[in-house]
């Protein structure tokens, strides 16, 4: 007749004391408990890989920390997904690479991976890519940063920029999902995520009221070349805006001027250059 394995009691596996050589004490259906020399104590789950013969195991955690009832509980999931020919350690493993996947594909991390390649494949300079990510950690990523991208509802990017609208900087709102749209289509294209939850948003918001660029008057000229000569800004700004003090044409015009458009000499062509 077998032999009927007793279950465990907490007041045994307390009392359990090291011996010379490490042993376990058994609560059954592959749950067992290993006592070390050193005294400590280590639940694992016994079991047969369903595509294998030999016997393996798994590591549940240290007792008391795992208490009796919990390692049961463990073993009753992992019991549960050999009835499903799924290998506990290989459903461990997957749901570890899951989570790993996840900490890495949050918004910001990938925002990082989309500018990254927007500077690699565009003519983006240093300083614009600074003003993108700055405006993006002010605007999305305090709240949705470190959500992950799979998780971005149109709903919930909704809910996070109508602050914006509500304060009335619907131009830095536009700025913004124009980017997060950027962002998602990067993310779809890197298949970690099939929808743009940023698609169609700006319709769900006011639209930027155009306005008339202001003037200014011929005699504020002088102040505004000397606050050129004395401001903060590139080298090719500053250069840009000379041009079209020189030249009244406009801004379009001005940065998409070419040597072969102007005669030095002659001072004329299609942009003259003022004697």
């Avoid at 918004?107 to 990254?116: I, M, R, S, Y």
């Avoid at 709903?155 to 304060?167: A, G």
């Avoid at 709102?173 to 743009?196: D, G, K, M, P, Q």
């Amino acid at each position: 007749m077998p032999k009927v394995l007793k279950s465990l009691t907490n007041t045994e596996i307390a009392a359990a004391k090291p011996q010379k050589t490490e042993y376990m004490l058994r609560d059954g259906d592959g749950l067992a408990l290993l006592i070390k020399p050193s005294g400590r104590k280590i639940w694992y789950f016994e079991y047969t890989p369903p595509a294998l013969k030999k016997r393996t195991k798994i590591s549940i955690g240290p007792y008391p920390v795992v208490t009796l009832a919990m390692a049961r509980d463990f073993r009753l999931q992992y019991r549960r997904l050999l009835v499903q020919g799924i290998d506990p350690q290989a459903h461990l493993e997957q749901v570890a690479e899951e989570q790993r996947l996840q900490n890495e594909c949050t918004l910001e991390k990938v925002a990082e991976q989309w500018l990254k390649e927007k500077k690699r494949t565009s003519d983006l300079s240093e300083d614009h890519a600074k003003d993108v990510w700055r405006s993006l950690e002010m605007h999305v990523f305090p709240s949705l940063g470190n959500t992950p991208v799979t998780e971005i509802r149109p709903k919930m990017l909704k809910e996070h920029l109508t602050p914006l609208e509500e304060q009335g900087i619907l131009e830095t709102l536009r700025r913004v999902i124009s980017r997060l749209n950027e962002i998602f289509r990067f993310a779809i294209s890197e298949e970690l995520i099939e929808f743009n939850p940023a698609d169609n948003l700006v319709a769900r918001f006011k639209k930027p009221k155009k306005q008339n660029m202001p003037a200014l008057h011929p005699s504020e000229l002088g102040r505004l070349m000397l606050a050129l000569q004395n401001a903060s800004i590139r080298k090719e700004t500053r250069c840009l805006i000379e041009w079209e003090l020189l030249t009244w044409v406009r801004p379009g015009e001005a940065v998409s001027a070419r040597w072969c458009d102007i005669d030095m000499k002659k001072r004329n062509g299609a942009y003259p250059i003022p004697l």
